[in-house]
């Protein structure tokens, strides 16, 4: 019995962990259908198209992983893209052992095409 709860307590301490590497404002909470990872855009630069930003999202870690995450997200909550701008790449810690932090904007274009 006492194997089972340290295994459960175990395995929430892993899962509190992984989830303190990347935070989530849900500014629309809209309920929409999930987007595939695959079909996640990432762009640097304003879509002339019209768009709604859904969510800023934030993952620290190994700039490719902390990609995916943002990725993933999106695809979460239906995003179309995430928009990077030129403060979506930062650093945190202190000088001796700083991290990087890959922030973007959860987008949804609010018209009819899905292209950009």
Do not use: W
């Amino acid at each position: 019995m006492l194997q089972i709860r340290v295994l459960s307590l175990a395995a929430v301490l892993v899962a509190l962990a992984c989830a303190s590497n990347s935070e989530i404002l849900v500014l629309d909470p809209s309920l929409r259908p999930q987007t595939t990872p695959q079909s996640i855009r990432l762009i640097a630069q304003e879509p002339t198209r019209p768009y709604l930003v859904v969510a800023i999202v934030s993952a620290r870690g190994a700039v490719d992983k902390a990609r995916h995450r943002l990725i993933k997200e999106a695809a979460r909550l239906g995003g179309h893209a995430v928009l990077f701008d030129s403060s979506s790449l930062t650093r945190i810690g202190s000088s001796d052992s700083q991290e990087p932090q890959l922030t973007g904007k959860i987008i949804v274009y609010t018209d009819s095409t899905r292209t950009n």
